[in-house]
């Protein structure tokens, strides 16, 4: 083995030098990776405003519905969020990462809202509005899945 002779290669093209790196990114990767940073961090700062009982104009239903929530569910559904924006900061990077983080995002979302239909402490089942928010949400979060699945398809993710 110590007689062996390590050499090198004799032509080496530039290709084989080169890291596998995504295109260059087009605009509105940028544009609406910085609008989802914004999104999700909206979101996070909501999830931390609700938690810590500081969002401004909230009327006694929703508090004592946030005050009822034990500290297990609490964290579960504020993965979500942060997920959300891991997954805007992803995209911004050009990561692989992207995907699986909005996905997560939606199961979190899906997850806890069956579950306190399930045991019945939703607020889909008395307000109304909530309804209406939850829906729109999920549509955005399927959008932004979406996208982030065409980017990886046409190679913008690494």
């Known amino acids: 083995m110590r007689d062996q002779v390590w050499s090198?290669?004799?032509?080496?093209?530039?290709?084989q030098l080169?890291?596998?790196y995504p295109e260059r990114a087009p605009a509105h990767l940028w544009l609406v990776g910085l609008?989802?940073?914004?999104?999700?961090g909206w979101g996070v700062?909501?999830?931390v405003a609700a938690q810590t009982s500081r969002m401004p104009v909230v009327d006694a239903v929703t508090t004592a519905y946030f005050e009822a929530q034990p500290l297990w569910f609490v964290l579960l559904a504020d993965i979500g969020p942060f997920a959300g924006l891991a997954g805007a900061v992803a995209l911004l990077l050009q990561s692989r990462w992207a995907l699986p983080l909005f996905v997560t995002q939606l199961?979190?979302?899906?997850?806890?809202?069956?579950?306190e239909l399930a045991i019945?402490?939703?607020?889909l089942l008395s307000v109304p509005e909530a309804r209406g928010a939850t829906g729109?949400?999920?549509?955005?979060?399927?959008?932004?899945i979406a996208y982030v699945h065409f980017q990886k398809r046409r190679g913008r993710l690494n």
Not at 35 to 40: C, F, K, Q
Not at 120 to 123: D, E, I, M
């Open 8 to 15: 090198r290669p004799e032509t080496v093209t530039e290709a």
């Open 18 to 20: 080169s890291f596998p």
């Open 45 to 47: 700062a909501i999830a």
């Open 35 to 40: 609008a989802l940073v914004l999104w999700n």
């Open 107 to 115: 199961a979190v979302l899906a997850l806890a809202n069956f579950y």
């Open 120 to 123: 019945g402490t939703s607020l």
């Open 136 to 144: 729109v949400l999920a549509i955005l979060l399927l959008a932004q």
